[in-house]
């Protein structure tokens, strides 16, 4: 009876919590704000980030705000999960996603020679629940010193084999890609050692749906936006989910766009992405809507719990996409276009 009432008390709350998520009127509202002060003042005065930012100034720093919005929804996710019982696969793998995301913010500072800079938004409210010691980072001054700092991790392993070149160049993107495909396996891996059969198979097939999303946009993208050849295209992509292996290599065939675009349409999470946008370019729009569904729908915890954390992070890098346009006086039609809604 505890596990039921365990699940029921995460699905209850993570429901109620998106329940009082921003609308697309609050977005609407927002994008016409005349500077970032506005838009915090509106978030602070009409959201349910209202308590978060009570006693932030309105001229607040714009990498200050998305620390304190991140922290708070830190908070949120880890509210969820003191209800669960056990190990449980989605919270490693968020817990190892805020990982990735630091150790990139890092990296990205260490390849302009600025890495002392780091200490500036360490995440402290993060670091007491990582084995990465975040604070040793912001001491370290070059690659070697980042390798011992993550001993014991299975980061370091995979950092030693992508150094920087020989004039110190660090190939960021090839770096995020492999601890990216690190952490998914960990996932599997975790997925796999779940005692019900049935979860096991639920799981499974939401994270390759979701894979399905992340790489139908990045092959678009990586063609049409940035004309990358196949072969580079395919060292992008990640190695999960159901567009890989001979899938992947029947689409990667075709030499142009439009002919990689019409083998794209085929698939299962191409045919989604049309219903849902009639360019039918970018799936990340149907990884949203399959989020909403399962936090409406599902009666496992797990799925809930990881369809609320990405739907509160969607809603993060929309509020992010607001603050950043009106910065810098984007007009208010071409930041809507922008968000996930």
Known sequence: MALINAASAIIAKARSKYGKRLMPRDFQAMVKCGSVGEVVQY?????????????????????????????KQFESFL???????????????????????ELMKFLTLLSIKRPREYIFSLP??????????????????????????????????????????????????????????????????????VKSKKTRAQLTELIDTLMDCNNYSRIIRLKKYYNLSN???????????????????????????????????????????QK?????????????????????????PEIVLLAYYILSETELSNVIAVVEGVRYSMEPERILQTLIL
């Not at 006693?55 to 922290?71: A, F, P």
């Not at 509210?79 to 995301?101: A, H, I, W």
């Not at 409210?125 to 001491?139: G, I």
């Not at 849902?276 to 496992?300: P, V």
């Open 231 to 273: 072969e580079a295209i395919r060292s992008h992509v990640l190695h999960y989910g159901n567009l890989s292996g001979k899938r992947l290599e029947k689409i990667l065939r075709r030499d142009t766009f439009e002919d990689i675009y019409a083998e794209l349409r085929q698939t299962s999470v191409g045919k989604q992405a």
């Open 124 to 193: 402290l409210y993060f670091n007491q629940h990582t084995d990465v010691d975040l604070e040793k980072l912001s001491a370290i001054d070059d690659y070697d010193d980042l390798l011992e700092a993550l001993s014991g991790t299975p980061y370091q392993k995979i950092l030693r084999e992508l150094p920087p070149d020989e004039i110190g160049d660090y190939d960021l993107a090839e770096i995020e890609d492999a601890l990216e495909n690190a952490i998914i396996g960990m996932l599997y891996e975790n997925i796999g050692k």
């Open 43 to 71: 978030l602070k005065s009409y959201t349910h980030f209202q308590t978060d930012l009570d006693k932030v100034s309105t001229d607040i720093h714009r990498g200050n705000l998305e620390n304190i919005l991140r922290e």
């Open 79 to 101: 509210s969820l999960c003191k209800y669960q019982t056990g190990n449980s696969p989605m919270t490693d793998f968020l817990l190892r996603r805020g990982e990735v995301r």
């Open 276 to 300: 849902l946008d009639k360019q039918g370019e970018m799936a990340i729009q149907g990884r949203y809507e399959r989020c909403r569904h399962e936090l409406y729908f599902s009666t496992n």
